[in-house]
């Protein structure tokens, strides 16, 4: 399966602001902080106000690089959450939002969304008691999400709570257990805090 396996600090100077993809290490050890401009030989020419085109394109790369996704993947993401009623944007982030290893980075268990889809590729989460090894597998209501014993000795994944420092979102019950969620409603926007204009990313693929 094709993956970027390049330094993922550069995707962050390119975008100009920390999209924590490696989580908390993001908050001290960034390049951004001291060269806060795109990457490459010709970075800092990129500075200069952009078209209308450049800034819808780097907000729809923003989106991708947050969730991990690739540009097919998120095509194909976006014609499925225009078909659907509501607003598109909305639902093209809410059908992110509740991609399998987001859930797994949202319960905490991973410090990373690329650790927790390491996590489910290597088949540490089960959905409603049945292992899944699919990270873009799209969850419903009602689904039960749990790591199994194996993984929840992990020494990685016992020190992720105490090393995020992040809040199980609301659309997410946690109650039963902590290595346990269950996805008790369809995330809403305001429940969703990417920094991402989605109203942009409709304006680049409506063209």
Known sequence: MARYTGPVCRLCRREREKLYLKGSKCDTHCPIDKRNYPPGEHGRDRMRQGSEYST???????????????????????????????????????MLELRLDNVVFRAGWGVSRSQSRQFVRHGFVKVNGRKATIPSMRLRRGDLVSLTEHARA?????????????????????????????ISNVPLREQIDVTVREQLIVELYSK
């Open 154 to 182: 992990l020494e990685v994944v016992e020190g992720a709570a105490s090393v995020n420092g992040r809040n199980t979102p609301a659309w997410l019950d946690s109650t039963t257990s902590n290595f346990e969620v269950q």
């Open 56 to 94: 819808q394109l780097r907000e729809k790369q923003k989106a991708r690089r947050i969730y991990g996704v690739l540009e097919k993947q998120f095509r194909n993401t976006f014609e499925e959450a225009s078909r659907q009623d509501g607003i598109t944007g909305e639902n093209l982030l809410r």
